[in-house]
């Protein structure tokens, strides 16, 4: 199953939606239509009296729109006309041979037997010529002296580009007055616009496996960030879309009219619901059947979890929230991946696509949460959006916040994509560029630097641990005393280095430890610089609390017996285990500090 097959699916599923609105979502378009933001509002009764006229807030713009293939795929108001609803300078006279064309097509509608009373109350309407006239008496647009359009703007719109959409005032036991949301206006066009088709020959379809209409033009804006871009083209005889392979378009695999507009309509639908744009690129997942699956922001689920500070809190509280979307799914039932991006302004690719069951969905994501996690201080256990990783990997400090490039940005969250869906590896430059700049804690801000750590320290724990054959807990989230691994004890050291001057400093005291900075001399070279280090802490010692001096002493004693004295390999560059050693240490010492203030601010209120 590809993926305009599993589009098809989707809206065979979901048929029952096509053209019922639904608040704070997209609407899924019945064939035949399409969605576009309108800008002007007419209100007019049964028998084309006009009595009222509005701009369209842009928050309600838009509108579903009968539209024909050709019409569909117009660009800058060249083209065919639309049936019903179009820009201003196709319904008044000004459009010239628009405007004609606009009557014929709505005439032709308004006689057949697949008319509608709102279709002839709007044909009626625009014969009597009074369009412009009606809405500037209305004060929605301008006209010069001579009657023509003035230069105006509305929602940004010039005023000939305004989209006009309809209201026809019926009984209120008639159903909806707006031609929009009325069901049954969409079945007559429907109708209406098969039988304009019918008399052309039958080609078999390569998505739904039957005969239909082929259909000749496909339709665009699947996705909002390339509004203009296609996922297939049409053939035509003077380029060169099939030339070379055969000798004329109805040897290619043909796309019934039908299968098109129900697959293209279920995409357009599944992106603006359940996609997420970042770099450019959209990215979605969903069931074919309809049901709700985790949200596609990639892997951000801190709206979703609370905060915990156990891995067995952390952990329950991921699996109730899988589970919860997992109630409405069965095992083998299907979850959906792509991600699309444009090139050109006019091509849409599928840059990634894969079909999973969704157990394995579930199953996958679970690994990820639980492999890629850290436990911070304010955070509590937390793994990184993949956004962030990206921007802390391969983005650069501006102000006070690290930005990236869209197109880095885009082609790296595709990479982690296929890590988390895949089960493959995280990238081994990702993980080097992120040790490299949490290294240098001097090029970032106090914030920025933290972030970079924990993220550097999540991604570098499920990296190590990945390395061998088999998957296995080796690197933990806390201190583990009896890792005797010469980067992670090297990077212990530097904790203690850095807080042991921190220990003496005043309040209000800014300036940056001797650890930090030389710490990316220390990830070089840390033999060489833990002697300039050790010498430099002794004048802090001296002024350490005689209990405090001694238990940074005996930390540091315990892990340099566990260095090899004579190893020669002590001076040669560190690991990244070095990082998750120096946060273990670190938030080690962190929390015995702030566990001894405790215990001292409840012995002074026991006084």
């Known amino acids: 199953m590809g993926l305009l097959q599993a589009a098809l699916r989707t809206y065979e599923s979901q048929a029952h939606l096509a053209g019922v609105p639904v608040e704070g979502k997209e609407t899924l378009t019945p064939i035949s239509h399409t969605i576009q933001k309108a800008q002007i509002e007419i209100i007019i009764d049964e028998d084309g009296s006009f009595r009222e006229a509005k701009p369209v807030p842009k928050a309600q713009s838009r509108t579903i729109i009968p539209v024909t293939e050709e019409s569909a795929g117009r660009t800058s108001g060249k083209g065919r006309s639309h049936p019903l609803s179009d820009q201003l300078q196709y319904l008044s006279p000004i459009g010239g041979d628009k ?75 008639r159903g909806s007055s707006a031609c929009w949301e009325d069901q049954s206006l969409f079945e007559a066009y429907i109708s209406f616009y098969h039988s304009l088709q ?204 690290i930005e990236v490039d869209d197109r880095i940005l885009r082609e790296h969250i595709q990479r982690l994509l ?65 890792n005797h691994d010469r980067s992670y004890l090297f990077g212990r050291l530097l904790a203690v280095a850095e807080q042991v001057e921190r220990s003496t400093y005043s309040l209000d005291e800014k300036r940056e430890p001797n650890a930090i900075r030389m710490q990316s001399v220390f990830s070089q070279r840390p033999l060489y610089a833990w002697r300039i280090l050790e010498e430099a802490l002794n004048p802090y010692y001296q002024r350490l609390a005689p209990g405090l001096r001694y238990y940074y002493r005996n930390i540091t004693q315990e892990i340099t017996e566990n260095l090899l004295a004579g190893d020669s390999d002590l001076d040669k560059k560190l690991d990244d285990v070095y990082l998750l050693g120096y946060y273990h240490q670190r938030s080690a010492m962190t929390k015995k500090k702030d566990k001894n203030v405790t215990e001292d601010e409840s012995n002074e209120s026991a006084k």
Request: net charge negative; glycine share 8%.
């Open 99 to 173: 405007h004609k064309a606009y009557l014929e097509l709505l005439g032709r509608w308004a006689q057949s037997e697949y008319s509608h009373p709102k279709v002839r109350a709007v044909l009626r309407y625009i014969q009597g010529g009074t369009i412009l006239k009606d809405l500037c008496a209305a004060g929605v647009i301008s006209l010069e002296e001579d009657g023509t359009l003035a230069g105006g703007k509305i929602e940004g719109s010039e005023y000939e580009k305004c989209l006009v959409r309809w209201r026809v005032m019926p009984p209120p036991e």
């Open 198 to 401: 019918s008399g052309e020959e039958l080609e078999y379809c390569v998505l739904c496996g039957e005969r239909d209409i082929p259909a000749q033009s496909h339709p665009k804006g699947v996705v909002s960030a390339n509004f203009g871009a296609k996922l297939i083209s049409a053939n035509d005889g003077s380029g060169f879309t099939y030339r070379g392979r055969f000798a004329d378009t109805s040897q290619t695999g043909s796309v019934g009219y039908t299968a098109s507009q129900k697959a293209h309509s279920a995409l357009r639908w599944v992106a603006a619901n359940h996609g997420v744009v970042m770099g450019g690129r959209t990215f979605l997942w969903w069931n074919p059947g309809g049901n709700p699956l985790p949200s596609p922001d990639f892997l951000d689920m801190e709206s979703e979890l609370e905060q915990q500070t156990t891995f067995v809190g952390y952990k329950q509280q991921l699996l109730d929230t899988l589970s919860g979307y997992q109630l409405n799914l069965k095992d083998q039932d299907d979850v959906i991946v792509a991600a699309l991006d444009a090139a050109t302004t006019g091509r849409l690719s599928v840059t990634y696509y894969n079909e999973l069951r969704a157990n394995d969905f579930f199953l996958r994501l679970q690994r990820w949460y639980l492999s890629c996690c850290w436990d911070t201080r304010y955070k509590g256990l937390w793994s990184p959006p993949l956004k962030q990783i990206v921007r802390c990997a391969y983005g650069t400090q501006r102000e006070n916040f």
């Open 418 to 482: 296929h890590c988390i869906l895949d089960c493959q590896k995280i990238p081994h430059d990702m993980v080097q560029a992120l040790v490299s700049k949490a290294s240098c804690p001097l090029a970032y801000k106090p914030g920025n630097r933290e972030l970079l750590l924990t993220t550097a320290c999540a991604i570098v724990r499920k990296y190590e641990n990945e390395f061998g054959e088999v998957e296995k807990e080796v690197w933990t989230l806390n201190l583990d005393e009896n």
